[in-house]
Antibody, heavy 122, light 110 residues
């Protein structure tokens, strides 16, 4: 059974940093592109793709709003996906989901984790 | 503002058929596959429809997808109370390159 389990979310101050981790199991992790997708908590906000990484970590892509601030990475030996969040802004408040990308160059996210919440303290 | 446009809400009574629309452009829906996701309250999104109209294993045939030009639709027939959820459309966008989502449609079963 495919399982994706995120951790690392929490309360941060604007300008702060966090590192999110996604532990994968039940499939050959190194065979798949992986992604981070977030669900912003502000009213009326929906899902937003954040970043993709290819199988060996040599290709990384980001939505414009996080370029230069967030870094996606992976450790295939540990079946783990990471998202380093730096220079956090209030608008980054969201539930961050780890998702498996079934087919590169599509929006075919076939498995999702339960999410980890990033919120801001005033 | 989301790249793909969905109505914010939809509703129906048990047994009815409801449709949810998703409007995009030539750079996304018009030239790439459309995907639909169901997000039940408090849960992670779940892939409901892929490649415009295909159902992953385990998704009931009450759910169907279609695409025409730069727009797409999700239809739910025989509506049930457990279908009450948020529904999102998604597609790859060629410019700028990356996945894009609709703003989501909250379906209420009356």
């Amino acid at each position: 059974e495919v399982q994706l389990v995120e951790s690392g979310g929490g309360l941060v101050q604007p300008g702060g940093s966090l590192r999110l981790t996604c532990a994968a199991s039940g499939f050959t992790f190194s065979n798949y592109w992986m992604s981070w997708v977030r669900h912003r908590q502000a009213p009326g906000k929906g899902l937003e793709w954040v970043a993709n990484i290819n199988q060996d970590g040599s290709e990384k892509y980001y939505v414009d709003s996080v370029k230069g601030r967030f870094t996606i990475s992976r450790d295939n030996a540990k079946n783990s996906l990471f998202l380093q969040l730096n220079s956090l802004r209030a608008e980054d408040t969201a539930v961050y989901y780890c998702a498996r990308l079934a087919v590169a160059g599509t929006s075919d996210f076939d498995y999702w984790g339960q999410g980890t919440l990033v919120t801001f303290s005033s | 503002q989301s790249v793909l446009t969905q109505p914010p809400s939809a509703s129906g009574t048990p047994g009815q058929r409801v449709t949810i629309s998703c409007f995009g452009s030539t750079s996304n829906i018009g030239s790439n596959y459309v995907y639909w996701y169901q997000q039940l309250p408090g849960a992670a999104p779940k892939l409901l429809i892929h490649r415009n109209a295909q159902r992953p294993s385990g998704v009931p045939d009450r759910f169907s997808g279609s695409k025409s030009g730069a727009s797409a639709s999700l239809a739910i027939s025989g509506l049930r109370s457990e279908d009450e959820a948020d529904y999102y459309c998604a597609a790859w966008d060629d410019s700028p390159s990356g996945p894009v989502f609709g703003g989501g449609t909250k379906l209420t079963v009356l």
